[in-house]
């Protein structure tokens, strides 16, 4: 149940755009930039790698603590809570670099920052779904999507090309070389995220509607298991289940494998195997064509199945999205150094992965979630994404290091045949939506 906007009510233009660029950011920065930040100060692959997907846990099993979010205080209050409690993580990632046991302090505190984060987008989402009616939902769901992905290329774009920046031209070390030299450049990289955080949590303190509770909303955490309980057992009665399972899981297992690893290929030296680019042409190339590019493939895939209907192009779909990694298999094979055949091949895959990944969200809104406890269950089939990113991000850095850059995209390769296999048994059970 969602309330209308009433005359007083904050207009949405003032908080939705500036709540989902938060949500993203802080996303971003933490499972993601987490790993070039890593690699930088010169941790291994298969470190790096590992640390930075851990923290993608809180972010797959949030549905299981989003209910404490839905009893206690207002959830404009736990936004605001939380956004103070991560610029305060960031600062104190910042203070604590260089200290003795740094790592163990830092993944310390990316870890609980992770939880953190997830409970601010559990109420971000809350705020948003119960402050506007279904018609602006839908009215203001395109600026949604733009403002989460804003916060990406901020992150993985802006920022990355920053931290080079300042580690070459402000602080005179090696652009090329990894250690404990970059330390002062993502010291400050991480003080602006605390600034931004706390600068957002101050606007939206005046800017953002305090959010209704749901009419589900559990009166106590007894009576949250129950639901829970009764969601996860309606889940596995649906027909077909576990075909849909294995669809979650699989279908973006190779994306999973490249998602830690694309990045370390590009600044990893030439003798390694890798491009040899900097911060600078990472944070350009791959943190923002790369991920414009996954903004217009998502763009045009959301068109091209609102055209034809989910059922028969989501194995198009599929291929789309695992085929074109083979560009980093050429690129690892003849180790390009011009700057547009790198910026062609990353556009290329990425723009794949926008259009391909619009199949498997449409599928679980469609086809996994219907039913009585459809938000739960579309939750589950997110999560179900989420523990496949996490842990073959977790492996990938190892089996990189054990097979080198080209026998590894060859095993990505190979990691699409059970995604195609998965894609064409998914069922089909309720009546699409839309479709020509």
Not at 33 to 42: C, D, P, S, Y
Not at 93 to 110: C, I, K, R, Y
Not at 256 to 281: H, Q, T
Not at 359 to 382: K, V
């Amino acid at each position: 149940m969602t309330t209308s906007i009433t005359k007083s009510a904050p207009p949405p233009l003032l908080w939705v755009p500036t709540g989902y660029f938060a949500m993203a950011m802080g996303y971003v920065m933490l499972t993601s930039v987490t790993a070039i930040m890593f690699k930088n100060l010169g941790m291994d692959n298969g470190r790096a790698a590992q640390y930075s997907s851990m923290l993608i846990l809180a972010y797959t099993i949030k549905p299981l603590f989003a209910p404490v979010v839905e009893m206690y205080r207002t959830k404009k209050f736990f936004v605001l809570l939380t956004q103070v409690a991560l610029a305060l993580g960031f600062a104190g990632v910042a203070l604590a670099m260089g200290m003795p046991d740094a790592m163990a302090l830092m993944m310390g505190l990316f870890w609980i920052m992770s939880f953190v984060g997830a409970t601010m987008d559990i109420a971000s989402d809350g705020v948003y779904v119960t402050s506007l009616d279904t018609r602006s939902q839908s009215l203001y769901c395109g600026v949604q999507s733009l403002s989460w992905n804003i916060g990406p290329v901020f992150a993985s774009g802006v920022l990355v090309y920053l931290s080079g920046r300042l580690h070459a031209d402000v602080f005179h070390h090696d652009r090329h070389a990894f250690g404990p030299d970059w330390i002062a450049s993502w010291r400050v990289i991480f003080l602006i995220v605390a600034v931004l955080l706390l600068l957002l949590s101050l606007w939206h303190a005046r800017a953002m509607p305090e959010g209704a509770r749901a009419a589900d909303t559990p009166a106590s955490l007894g009576q949250a298991g129950r639901i829970l309980r009764n969601a996860f057992t309606s889940f596995f009665d649906k027909p077909g289940v576990w075909r849909m399972v294995a669809f979650a899981l699989l279908y973006r297992v190779s994306i999973g494998l490249l998602e830690k690893i694309g990045p370390f290929f590009m600044v990893d030296p030439v003798e390694k195997g890798g491009l040899g680019m900097s911060n600078e042409l990472l944070g350009i190339v791959y943190g923002t064509y790369g991920l414009l590019a996954v903004l217009a493939g998502s763009l045009l895939g959301g068109w091209y199945v609102a055209r034809r209907g989910l059922r028969p192009v989501l194995f198009t779909l599929c291929c789309t999205l695992n085929i074109p990694i083979a560009t980093f298999l050429a690129m690892a094979i003849y180790q390009p150094s011009d700057l547009y055949v790198i910026g062609a091949g990353v556009v290329i895959e990425k723009f794949a992965f926008g259009f391909g990944s619009v199949g498997f969200m449409i599928y679980l809104m469609q086809q996994l979630a219907p039913g009585r406890f459809a938000t739960t269950h579309y939750a589950f089939g997110t999560g179900l994404m989420g523990m496949c990113g996490m842990l073959t991000g977790m492996a990938s850095g190892y089996l990189q290091e054990a097979l080198g850059y080209v026998n590894y995209f060859w095993l990505v390769m190979a990691a699409t045949i059970p995604s195609f296999i998965a894609t064409w048994y998914a069922p089909f059970h309720h009546a699409e939506e839309g479709g020509a």
